[in-house]
């Protein structure tokens, strides 16, 4: 069984700073992609930032100049570093990663997504 356990959320001000991190755990051979989603009040979850495993990043353009995305491919984690935060950065955070799993002599990419961590921008 695969997980990804995030943490870093929570309050901030306009203007501020706060670090997500997410660690995947469990019999893993391998990590493809790692990224992370936001998800609004009645809005649909939407894509902040994408890790691939050689190095390429993409960011939303909502964030694009504020949001970092970075990976310890040894130590399968990711993290988002945002600066400059906005109140419309307000949303719930969610970790994903395309997971790499052995099954006998065959492989599996199993999309799997963290449990989420609140980030709210308010004064």
């Known amino acids: 069984q695969v997980q990804l356990v995030e943490s870093g959320g929570g309050l901030a001000q306009p203007g501020g700073s706060l670090r997500l991190s997410c660690a995947a755990s469990?019999?893993?051979?391998?990590?493809?992609?790692m990224a992370w989603y936001r998800q609004a009040p009645g809005k649909e979850r939407d894509l902040v930032a994408r890790?691939?495993?050689?190095?390429?990043?993409n960011y939303a353009d909502s964030v694009k100049g504020r949001f970092t995305i970075s990976r310890d491919n040894g130590k399968n984690t990711v993290s988002l570093q945002m600066n400059t935060l906005k109140p419309e950065d307000t949303a719930v955070y969610y970790c994903f990663a395309i997971v790499v799993v052995r099954q006998t002599s065959d492989y599996r990419h199993l999309e799997v997504w963290g449990q989420g961590t609140l980030v709210t921008v308010s004064s």
């Open positions: 469990g019999t893993i051979f391998g990590i493809n992609d």
């Open positions: 890790h691939t495993r050689d190095g390429s990043t």
